[in-house]
């Protein structure tokens, strides 16, 4: 919403300085965006006296000029304007001058041998118009010295609000008015509507062809005809006004209307009466009907829309845009004045369906005054008789206005049970009335009655909020909450929210970059990991390929990876925390944290390098991603168990399962399957990891008394390595864990360092090779102590798995 600072005072008197203006506006709810000041950027542009103007040496089409700038003596400047002679008034800039329209600071200068130092402008140089011909010809009577933006009415601020889409009433500048004066920056002076007698019985009827159910589409319908009208450019003052706020003049009679639905948010619509054929009738549109709108388009048109039709058919969209075929040009004579009410949400609705944004659509569909129909149209009467003469009719008048709001019953008290604010009676009382609000009654409850223009307020926090902003919310205290001496405060965030955050920042300190994707996914990739169940197909889906929940988030970091290949940048590693789901019910909405890899989008780096061709992800990748994502989690994994083979989105023989137990299954981690991604569409390597949040174990609430071991010792650790032979299907972990297990005191390390199968070794069984490092506390090991702890290793081996060591 925009208007400029004379437009606002000639609703409110006030002597408030802009900026003070702008701090109120946005105190009392209307944020203010922008504030455009031409008066600043023109400050350097003052009215100049050509004394002499004569030909150039050196140059056919430039001319020397000497300027009375009136701030001492005369400056000479080369000008190569058309119309630069000696006599003419215009306006000067002087070095050191930002100049808009070219985009440079001017500067002392030579041109073809001749000093200049300053530059006569052209309107397009200072970007108040599109003349670049020749440079500014002004009066004999400009005053030289002067600055020409005051001179030429430029120094009128233009500001710009921000306005919700519950308030309405602020979309019209005597709305904005009236909240500045309630804020104490000024007196509201909006003028009272006269009503406009009609000389004539107006000769359009109008009718409302609504079933019942459907009369709330266009409650109240106005029209008046006016005729004799002279139709040419509205004045200056309107041109300039519409200007200032982006809109292009068109002519007197749409000029009108389009102040109209900015000063008092009413938007009104006129037609040319000699270009409609009988009455008018409203009513929803045909099944194929089309109309050519002002806008150059043909909509073809369904019952879905209203519209205002004749004998000839549509000639506008009800609250929307009117058609072509009935418009006001230079030649109108007679025209049609309507202005009516229509139902916000058919107006909405229409509007998306049929793709147009137009003011008055923006207005109808977030509320207009209803007791302000008949006087608008009175208002643009008004104005059409002054500004384009003519004779008006009597008003036509189809359907009824709404009943006022009902009373509100309102405690005073509210005010401060809901904001902590104490404030008198008087004041508050003072609030809701100069927001034109009836307030009733005397004593603590009295009944408070909204007016038209504010269908948004319906109960009493609403007017509390009234209260609340006219009064300031800086009014309201900052009182900390009371703490029992010795308190312990509660955690706010549970465990699950504590990960989830947590999460996000460790897969990110990885170099892994997190992505947002849907929660909705096509029904077949859904079926590829696990999902599909009709109970997570949705009823209504936005699109064709989001008809599912999800039942993880690969496949929309999969599609996200692809997307980033597909424009060149196929290495690359990409998270995502978020919700999926595995039933419909609460407990089968859990919350997952994944992550992939594509390319050569390792750890330690992307792309090629002189030390060496980049090396392709691979499995090993995801599982150092997840276990370090456990690890910053705080979950112990001394229990984790990592088992062989993974989900069916998971290349079988090089991925694995996470778990604590057979029960306890928590994510998995590996390379995508083949199959996976050329059903998806998508190419690898992709290795990728999904761990559930909500399976991991929860942290003990009071943490196992363990005595502390010593740091550091100061005797050398010993290390031997041990090569076994056990069947195939015995996991390499869980030998590690036997060894460990084997002498806890001494033994600090055990690392797999070797596996083998093939020659040498029997079929179905492999060689697996551990280095056990013990670190003794006390005294150095002797040879038997060594020996003894590596017996202790060969027998539990060789109970547990049938182990041999290897020849």
């Given at each position: ?11 409110l ?50 001319r ?25 008034k ?8 930002y ?33 670049h011909?020749?440079?500014i010809?002004?009066?004999?009577d ?22 919700t ?10 709305g904005?008015?009236?909240?500045l ?76 209307t ?43 048109l ?32 007679d ?16 509007g ?110 609403d ?6 902003r ?12 009371p703490r ?14 504590k ?17 947002v994707?849907?929660s ?25 390929d ?102 069916a ?29 050329k ?9 990728a ?9 929860l942290p ?59 020659q ?41 798995y ?6």
């Amino acid at each position: 919403m925009k208007f400029t600072l004379s437009w606002l005072k000639e609703h409110l008197d006030t002597t408030a300085t802009v900026d003070a203006i702008a701090e109120a506006l946005t105190r009392v709810g209307l944020e203010v965006e922008a504030v455009e000041n031409k008066a600043k950027a023109l400050q350097a542009f003052t009215i100049a006296s050509v004394i002499e103007a004569r030909q150039h040496p050196n140059a056919d089409r430039l001319r020397v000029c000497l300027v009375d700038t009136g701030a001492g003596e005369p400056v000479q400047v080369v000008c190569g304007a058309p119309n630069a002679r000696t006599g003419m008034k215009s306006v000067f800039s002087p070095p050191g001058t930002y100049i808009p329209g070219k985009d440079i600071t001017l500067g002392k200068g030579v041109i073809r041998g001749v000093e200049s130092n300053g530059m006569l402008c052209s309107a397009a140089e200072l970007q108040i118009s599109e003349d670049h011909d020749g440079i500014i010809d002004l009066p004999e009577d400009a005053p030289v010295g002067q600055p020409y933006a005051a001179y030429a009415g430029l120094d009128d601020a233009v500001i710009e609000i921000a306005v919700t889409p519950n308030r309405a009433d602020a979309l019209g500048v005597a709305g904005v008015a009236r909240d500045l004066a309630a804020a104490g920056l000024g007196r509201l002076k909006t003028p009272a509507v006269a009503p406009v007698a009609g000389s004539f019985p107006c000769p359009v009827g109008v009718s409302l062809d609504f079933a019942e159910q459907d009369r709330h589409l266009c409650p109240a319908f106005a029209l008046r005809l006016v005729r004799g009208v002279r139709n040419g450019p509205s004045p200056d003052w309107l041109q300039a006004r519409l200007r200032a706020i982006g809109l292009r003049p068109i002519n007197a009679l749409v000029d009108i209307t389009n102040l109209m639905t900015f000063d008092r948010n009413r938007p009104l619509h006129v037609f040319d009466a000699a270009k409609v054929r009988g009455d008018l009738v409203v009513r929803r549109a045909q099944p194929g009907e089309e109309i050519l709108a002002l806008d150059g388009k043909t909509y073809r048109l369904g019952e879905e829309q209203v519209v205002i039709a004749d004998a000839h058919g549509v000639e506008s969209l009800a609250g929307i845009m009117g058609g072509e075929a009935s418009g006001c040009d230079e030649g109108t004579v007679d025209v049609l004045v309507e202005s009516a009410l229509w139902d916000p949400l058919n107006i909405a609705r229409s509007g998306r369906m049929l793709g147009i944004n137009s003011d008055a659509r923006y207005r109808f569909e977030r509320g207009v005054d209803p007791a302000f129909c008949q006087p608008g149209l009175d208002l643009a009467t008004a104005m059409i008789l002054e500004l384009c003469g003519g004779e008006a009719s009597e008003m036509v008048f189809a359907g009824a206005l709404p009943a006022a709001a009902e009373p509100i019953d309102f405690p005073w008290s509210e005010v401060k049970r809901l904001t902590g604010l104490e404030l008198s009676q008087a004041e508050m009382e003072q609030a809701l009335t100069a927001l034109g609000f009836t307030v009733a009654g005397q004593g603590e409850r009295v009944r408070v009655t909204p007016p038209s223009w504010r269908a948004d307020v319906g109960g009493k926090a609403d007017l509390v909020e009234e209260i609340l902003r006219i009064a300031g919310l800086d009014r309201v205290a900052s009182t900390p909450l009371p703490r029992i001496k010795g308190e312990v405060i509660k955690p706010v965030l549970t465990v699950l929210q504590k990960r989830t955050r947590l999460a996000k920042r460790l897969l990110a300190s990885r170099g892994m970059v997190e992505a947002v994707t849907w929660s909705f996914i096509a029904h077949e990739a859904a079926k590829l990991f696990g999902g599909g169940s009709d109970a997570l197909a949705l009823a209504n889906p936005i699109a064709a390929d989001l008809s599912d929940m999800r039942p993880s988030l690969l496949p929309g970091l999969i599609a996200a990876a692809q997307s980033n290949a597909d424009r060149g940048h196929g290495d690359v590693a990409l998270f995502e925390v978020g919700q999926i789901f595995t039933s419909d019910q609460p407990a089968g909405q859990l919350m997952a944290a994944t992550g992939l890899r594509r390319g050569s989008a390792r750890i330690e780096g992307v792309g090629r390098h002189w030390d060496g061709a980049a090396k392709p992800v691979d499995a090993l990748d995801a599982k150092a991603d997840v276990m370090g994502l456990l690890a910053g989690l705080g979950v112990p994994v001394g229990g984790l168990q990592i088992v062989a083979g993974g989900p069916a989105w998971a290349h079988p023989g090089r991925s694995a399962t996470l778990q604590f137990g057979p029960k306890g299954v928590v994510g998995a981690f590996g390379e995508v399957h083949p199959k996976v991604l050329k059903a998806l569409d998508a190419k690898g390597p992709l290795v990728a990891f999904e761990i559930h949040l909500d399976a991991l174990p929860l942290p003990k609430a009071r943490p196992t008394k363990v005595k502390p071991k010593l740091a550091l010792s100061g005797f050398q650790p010993v290390t031997r390595d041990f090569a076994f032979i056990v069947d195939r299907a015995v996991a390499a972990g869980e030998m590690q864990k036997t060894a460990q297990n084997a002498d806890r005191a001494l033994i600090s390390d055990v690392a797999v360092f070797d596996l083998y199968e093939g020659q040498g070794v029997e079929p179905g069984r492999k060689s697996v090779a551990l280095a056990v490092t013990l670190q003794p506390v006390e005294r150095t090991l002797t040879e038997a102590e060594i020996e003894a702890v590596g017996a202790k290793i060969i027998v539990e081996m060789a109970r547990r798995y049938g182990a041999a060591l290897r020849g």
